[in-house]
């Protein structure tokens, strides 16, 4: 697509649920970026892809957060038995490759999620 | 590991006014810094970089920032400020390799008065 479109924009959840979210990258971008922004906390790095593979994980909070790629295309991070301190924006970025920091991210708009 | 650190998280200047916003930078190799801006609910937006090339580096609407190795510095800059710049700015480090994510500051919110 013409950008990374992120799904949904907003997403409000109980405390103890479940919830998805969703990332599809710029068509080609093969290096994949989940970061989580909180009020006054800049950009917290949780995990990338390269291709299908997540050579990093060690951003991601606790094991109730996982990630995938797959097909080298649409990304999924997942949050499971969500708790209040995970309410945040959740962003997401591609890039050319996992160089990308010649090439420069191309950022979606985020997820807002709140967990109530 | 690197590490950016911008000083102050909101400034706020007059309309015409200098724009100056610090970013120091940490990192035990040479390393590619970044400024992005975030405009409200919308992703960031890469405003300009420097890749070891020229200290001085433009970018979009305006604005400019200088690698200073002594200072450790990359500050951004714009000469005179428009309403339209009322955002959030991102500093941003990685190392040359670009093995490694961008690691980015906390952010400076930039609030321009009319």
């Known amino acids: 697509g013409a950008g990374v479109s992120q799904s949904p924009s907003n997403k409000v959840t109980e405390k103890g649920k479940d919830v998805e979210l969703r990332c599809d990258p710029i068509?080609?971008?093969?290096?994949l970026y989940w970061y989580r922004q909180s009020l006054g906390q800049g950009l917290e790095f949780l995990i990338y892809?390269?291709?299908?593979?997540?050579?990093?994980k060690s951003g991601l909070p606790s094991d109730r957060f996982s990630a995938e790629r797959t097909g080298g295309s649409v990304s999924t991070l997942t949050i499971q038995r969500t708790q209040q301190e995970d309410s945040a924006v959740y962003l997401c970025?591609?890039?050319?490759?996992?160089?990308?920091?010649?090439?420069?991210?191309?950022f979606g708009s985020g997820t807002r999620l709140t967990v109530v | 590991a690197q590490s950016v650190t911008q000083l102050g998280s909101h400034v706020s200047v007059s309309e015409g006014a200098l724009v100056l916003l610090r970013c120091n930078y940490s990192?035990?190799?040479?390393?590619?810094l970044f400024w992005y801006v975030q405009y409200p609910n919308q992703g960031l937006q890469l405003l300009l970089k420097?890749?070891?090339?020229?200290?001085l580096v433009k970018g979009i609407n305006g604005f400019e920032a200088e690698f200073k190795k002594s200072e450790t510095s990359f500050h951004l800059t714009k000469p005179s400020a428009h309403m339209s710049d009322a955002a959030e700015y991102f500093c941003?480090?990685?190392?040359?390799?670009?093995?490694?994510?961008?690691?980015f500051g906390k952010g400076t919110r930039l609030s321009v008065i009319a």
């Open positions: 892809f390269q291709g299908n593979s997540a050579p990093d």
């Open positions: 990192s035990s190799v040479p390393p590619y």
């Open positions: 420097y890749t070891s090339a020229a200290t």
């Open positions: 970025a591609s890039s050319l490759s996992v160089l990308g920091t010649n090439y420069g991210y191309t």
């Open positions: 068509s080609g971008h093969t290096a």
């Open positions: 941003a480090v990685s190392d040359q390799t670009g093995n490694t994510p961008l690691v």
